[in-house]
């Protein structure tokens, strides 16, 4: 190590020190090149800084030099020339502490931060029910609403956080006491922009490798247009943790750093350099939600779309405190367009869920009568948007707009608005698509061609409906106990009509009339209208047991209910009927023919009603 | 309506006004449609061609030193929102033949080709931060060579080369061509005395940084290509044939104008603006009988040529203030190189004109480069919004509101 000139005069300070400059120039001396003065030895460092400092004085101080030669415009531009010297080594020598020190956040870490999320058990949910979705109608198109089998679990509990925001120390003291150091002559020489820069391409540079290890990718418009649903939800996943990582503690940390870097010299300068740091990629990250705020509206978005402005909206403090200077105005912007962009893309996906509902076109029937594929659907779907009810009761803020009372279009239902005061119109919308689903079943039930059959889908697709309202708090308290009362009546009605298609007929065989012959001897009985009486009643009764044991009552209750309803018509009926004639068939031929079966037979066979069995 | 001839684009446009779609639309004219009445949809939808056509013919007629300035991308940009506007509205008023086909299928069409351009706003937004980013060098270059330093006046001695030098082979490099900034990377390393050799960190990060510039600059994926999403702008755009304007009351016209402002508009941001796979070659395809073909067709001429011209084949833009960026930056640059010190007074002056010339064009930046990117933005909001609007009115389906 040279020993420093030792003088006690101005110009061999001034001299000495811009030996040091010129020792460290790197474009002209090998030593200059090899190694850096920040980082070997501190007390390197403060010589040169010392150095700096000198030269810098001299600069600023009317009289420069002593020297015989009074040229002072040669002194001016030498003094200029070691200053330009000067900051090209702390240039670089900034650069090289910024990169030693860059190592880039431990990501894995900081998810598992329980800083980060509030404790709040989030919910599951799925849109598939307990009981098998069958799809039928596999030759729709492939919009129809009925290929969404399953929405995989939201995370949409609601994270209450309030000072979140976690500041990493992105560098050791010692390195930023450095850069503070360097930065402090940089700017004092006039040579901001270039410390500015060069700050800003290392740390860019450094956030971009966090970017890559969070996961977040440069993904364009039509790159998220194009993929499939399912893909994009697992990217909003992963977009949710990071943006919450990004935000929180990658921009916050790195506005730290500026401000410990920078404040010394001025506000302006650390913005500068935090934005000059920040602002590409800040707009990149919500580039993606952008994105997705952008793409088609369709039905299976709702509840993940739900999730991405849930998560953004959480974030918005956070963003305004991360970014609260003039300069970084458009990221908040951006932020905020995109959050009223996935409000209004809930809004629009819930109108064409409405929409798909009603004009769901499939007409090959359900086999068995049961609970279409549609039902489950819808029921499922509006038992989720019951659970994120705290976010869409803020979001919807218009009634449904599909279906006015007096339209007098026969392709869309009535709907009473006026009972309907003081629902909220998240409710009204909620009912609105119950009514348009039975609007659209009772379309589908006009496909069967057995009436009764058509009134059983009827009677099981409503009872369903009920079932699911009832069993969900949320649910039933929008949708309200009078429209409840309504769809019992509904599908009791359609119990009803069921049992009157079907066994008014049958039981007709069971009547008095037309048995008595009144004559003159005696009040008998017409032995031939009595076998065909029951010639017809065993034959009606084998077909309605043969077809309707292949019909299907999926809920047991409902099932029993409407089985001993039929049991408590037939049975009696019977039984007084073969009170009363047996004894003419069994004094004739073959009263086997005729008396095929016992009351308890009937009973029986009343069990298989409504089974579901294949067809045999 | 007489068939007025355009010649080719080299010449005076003094034909505009008049709609010149082909005879058969008077066929459109004397039918009464049962819907609303054709002569007011009619009245509007050339009123609306007429528009283009005039915006389009003022855009055309500035002489070239005007052509892809700032000012003139942004008046650009201002042409597009407005003709946006206007095409809305016909919409709005047209809304029930709108959902009939083959007009559902023709505006779900331009919805698509909007989407498209969404992708092209984002990149030139990430082209004009680059542009930025040569403006701050060459802020620097203003610092270190201008005479706006506090204080004393004071001659300029080698520092001030020396420091200019440095930004502005920074310059030369960022403003390079990606495939060939490795040369340059080396070319900057020698010239400071610096050899691609190992050593200290700081040498490989730096090479390391500078080579990086370009990708992290870009917020699209490495596969994204301007010239493949102006191509599928393009793609299908073809004037309406006879019977889809009769079939759709007229409106298949405005919808092919739109799609080809759309198209025009973002094919010359990508000419000007520096983007990843700048490619110009996309199929342009205008039938001379509109008002606002020759205009149009006129610019785009006229942009083609500037790019093929010697001195701009290899530009990353060309807008004009890149041009001036480079121009200033190179002159400067030779200048910095050839100094012998003391400076002697012609070079002295020499030095203060290049300064001064410099100092307008960042001017010229400080003045446009922001708001363009607000507009860009906006552009970007209108788009969507519009479209937006467009297809929720579709899902209402036939139900009124």
Known sequence: METLENSNTDNSGYESAEKIILRWDSTASEEGRERMIFGTDRQEADVYLQAVDEIQRSLSSASISDCSHNVDADDQSKVNTTIQIAMARLEDEFRNILIIHTSALEIDSLFDSSTLFSSSTPTHHDLEDDEDCISDDSGN???????????????????????????????????????????????????????????????????DSS???????????????????????????????????????????????????????????????????????????????????????????????????????????????????????????????????????????????????????????????????LTRYVMNYISLISDYKPTLIELIMSKPSTGSRYSGDPSTPDMEFTELEGKTPLALHLIWIIVV????????????????????????????????????????????????????????????SYQRATWVSVL?????????????FSSGVSKTALRERFKTFNA????????????????????????????????????????????????????????KYSAEDLETAVLDFFEGYPAS | MPATDYQGTSSPLTNIGRSLLPVRRDQVHAMESPIGGSASNEAEIESFQRQVADRFHDLASVPSDELLSLPWVRKLLDVFLCCQEEFR????????????????????????????????????????????????????VLCALGDSNVGYQRS?????????????????????????????????????????????????????????????????????????????????????????????????????????????????????IPCQDRGLQVHFNVPRQFPWSAPILCLHER???????????????????????????????????????????????????????????????????????????EVFHRIVRSRTEGLDSFARGHNPE
């Open chain 1, 211 to 373: 970017f890559r290890k969070l996961g977040i990718e440069k993904l364009s418009i039509g790159d998220v247009q194009r993929l499939e649903w399912e893909a994009l939800e697992g990217k909003i996943r992963r977009w949710i943790r990071a943006a919450r990582v990004c935000v929180r503690i990658l921009f916050a940390s790195e506005k730290k750093l500026c401000e410990q870097i920078f404040d010394c010299v001025g506000t302006d300068i650390d913005d500068a350099s935090f934005m000059e740091t920040v602002k590409v990629p800040a707009s990149q990250l919500f580039n993606f939600a952008e994105a997705i705020s952008i793409s088609r509206r369709s039905p299976e978005k709702l509840f993940k779309i739900l999730d991405l402005h849930d998560a953004l909206m959480e974030l918005l403090p956070d963003i305004e405190a991360v970014f609260d200077s003039k300069s970084s105005d458009s990221i908040r912007v951006q932020a905020a367009e995109t959050l009223s962009r996935l409000a209004e893309a809930a809004r629009g996906i819930l109108s064409e869920f409405e929409n798909a509902v009603l004009r769901e076109p499939s007409r090959v029937p359900v086999p068995g009568g049961t609970i279409h594929p």
């Open chain 1, 508 to 520: 007709y065989c069971l009547r008095d009339e037309g048995l008595h012959v009144s004559g003159s």
């Open chain 1, 437 to 496: 689903l039975q609007f659209n079943l009772d379309g589908k039930s006009k496909h069967y061609r057995d009436v009764s059959l058509a009134h059983l889908f009827m009677m099981n697709n409503v009872h369903y409906i009920v079932h699911k309202v009832k069993g969900s708090p949320e649910l039933r308290e929008m949708i309200g106990d009078d429209c409840l009362r309504k769809l019992t009546r509904k599908f009791r009605q359609a119990a009803t």
């Open chain 2, 303 to 377: 942009i083609l040529e500037e790019s093929k011209r010697r001195d701009r084949k290899n530009a990353c833009g060309l807008l004009r203030e890149i041009y001036q960026m480079e121009k200033c930056s190179r002159l400067l640059g030779e200048l910095a190189d050839s100094v012998q010190f003391p400076l002697s007074e012609d070079k002295e002056r020499e030095v203060k004109q290049r300064v001064k010339e410099l100092e307008q064009v960042l001017d010229a930046l400080k003045e446009d480069l922001e708001p363009l990117e607000k507009q860009v933005r």
């Open chain 2, 156 to 272: 300029l001695g080698e520092g001030q080369f020396r420091r200019a030098r440095k930004a502005l082979i920074d310059l030369a490099i960022g403003m390079l061509d990606e495939k060939d900034s490795g040369q340059a990377l080396a070319h900057r390393n020698r010239s400071f005395g610096r050899h691609n050799t190992s050593g200290s960190h700081s040498k490989d990060h730096h090479h390391r940084s500078l080579g990086h510039f370009r990708s992290l600059s870009w917020s699209v994926s490495r596969s994204w290509s301007a010239a493949r999403q102006l191509q599928a702008i393009g793609n299908n755009l073809a004037a309406p044939r006879g019977n889809e304007v009769l079939a759709t009351n007229g409106l298949a016209v405005p919808v092919y104008t739109m799609g080809s402002v759309l198209l025009f508009v973002m094919w010359a941001l990508v000419a000007a």
């Open chain 1, 141 to 207: 198109s492939r919009n129809n609403l009925l290929q969404l089998h399953h929405c995989e679990s939201s995370d949409s509990s609601t994270y209450r956080t309030s000072s979140s925001i976690r500041k990493v120390d992105l560098m050791p003291a010692e390195a930023i006491c450095d850069l503070q150091a360097i930065a402090m002559r940089m700017i004092a020489a006039g040579y901001l922009r270039e410390c500015v820069q060069v700050y800003g391409s290392v740390r860019k540079s450094s956030v």
């Open chain 2, 89 to 140: 509205v016909i919409l709005f008023n047209n809304i029930a033949l709108v959902k009939k086909p083959p007009m559902d299928r023709l505006i779900a069409d331009f919805y698509e080709r909007t989407v498209k351009a969404l992708d092209v706003c984002n990149a030139i937004r990430d082209g004009i931060e680059q542009i930025r980013q040569w403006q701050k060098l060459l802020e620097i």
């Open chain 1, 540 to 595: 009606m009764f084998e077909e309605v047991h043969r077809t309707q044991s292949m019909w299907l009552i999926p809920n047991g209750q409902l099932r029993e209910e409407l089985r001993i309803s039929i049991s408590e018509k037939l049975l009696p009926a019977y039984r007084s009927f073969l009170g009363r004639f047996r004894s003419h068939i069994e004094s004739g031929k073959h009263p086997e023919n005729y008396i």
